[in-house]
């Protein structure tokens, strides 16, 4: 991570944290790494959408989301996005990239390969789910 350790997790990367039970570590390990995670309503609202899928119901109810969302809240900076640049394939990604210029994030933490080739196109300096994990164990 850079100097500044203000870090976007995407939705992905928060929702296996979840349902891997391993938020309590997240947590844990963040606070003693002196880490900072933003967020914006558009992440939130992903979040939501994708925990809502049918295929998610039969590990966590519309309580646990709710739940969750208000822990998501609690954990991060919010940050209000002005506008978004076209710059993904994804379009829906595109909120990420401004996230991460608008919250001057030092990390973004995704598990979607398209998103990480992109955004290193872009100089965005973008890191998956096991380079964070190994980050935050050494």
Known sequence: MRSNNI?????????????GKQLHHLVLKSFEKGIEFITCS???????????????RKYISEGDIAEFIAIHIKLCRMIELKSVPDAFTDKKDNFLLALYKTGRASTLVSGDKLLIKEATRLNVHV????????LLIG
């Open 42 to 56: 558009e992440l939130i609202e992903e979040i939501a959408g994708v925990l809502s899928r049918e295929k998610f």
């Open 7 to 19: 870090v976007i997790l995407d939705s992905n990367i928060w929702i296996s944290y979840l349902l």
């Open 127 to 134: 890191i998956n789910w096991h380079e964070f994990k190994q």
